[in-house]
């Protein structure tokens, strides 16, 4: 298994990697990694479990490594559990092209732009719990039900 996660909402992309590895894997720096540390990560087996979990990060800053990982990453798909976690990922360059197109799933984890009047939002459903929480949360169930509660359209539910 291999996954590319990028985007700018950390706490997010920490999140599922906990939630996929666990609490025991192995960090690799990838800015500074050279590439039979990468192809360890990938080939090397772990003494407990078996299966190594590996998180490499900033990969990609590490060009030449980038552009032989992309050329190998076909015979690691069903090797180790890898997720490589990049600060930003550009799909129109052709080595993250033919990354995709191995079939490597790429996620992005973009934070939420929570604009004035989305504030305003929040703010009239925590008045609304200090005097009636049971009807905060009514309408906080009903916004999550029909539209992202965040970027809320209507105003008044």
């Given at each position: 298994?291999i996954?590319i996660?990028?985007?700018?909402?950390?706490v997010?992309?920490?999140?599922?990697v906990?939630?996929?590895f666990?609490?025991?894997?192995?960090?690799?720096?990838g800015?500074?990694?050279?590439?039979?540390?990468?192809?360890?990560?990938f080939?090397?087996?772990s003494?407990?479990?078996?299966e190594?979990?590996v998180?490499?990060?900033?990969?990609?800053k590490?060009?030449?490594?980038?552009?032989?990982?992309?050329?190998?990453?076909?015979d690691?798909?069903?090797?180790?559990?890898?997720?490589?976690w990049?600060?930003?990922?550009?799909?129109?360059?052709k080595?993250?092209?033919?990354?995709?197109?191995?079939?490597v799933?790429?996620?992005?984890?973009?934070m939420?732009?929570?604009?004035a009047?989305?504030?305003?939002?929040?703010f009239e459903?925590l008045?609304?719990?200090?005097v009636?929480?049971k009807?905060?949360?009514?309408i906080?169930e009903?916004i999550e039900?029909?539209?992202d509660?965040?970027?809320?359209?209507?105003?008044?539910?």
């Open positions: 298994m996954k996660f990028y985007g700018d909402d950390r997010k992309i920490s999140e599922e906990r939630r996929i666990g609490a025991e894997y192995e960090v690799i720096e800015e500074k990694a050279e590439f039979s540390e990468i192809l360890d990560a080939l090397g087996i003494l407990i479990s078996g190594r979990k998180l490499i990060k900033d990969l990609s590490n060009t030449a490594v980038w552009e032989k990982f992309c050329e190998k990453v076909g690691f798909l069903d090797k180790n559990a890898v997720i490589v990049e600060e930003k990922f550009d799909k129109r360059l080595v993250n092209k033919d990354l995709i197109a191995t079939g799933e790429v996620r992005e984890f973009k939420i732009d929570v604009g009047a989305d504030a305003k939002l929040v459903i008045d609304m719990a200090m009636n929480g009807r905060a949360v009514e906080l009903k039900k029909n539209q509660p965040f970027r809320s359209e209507e105003r008044r539910v």
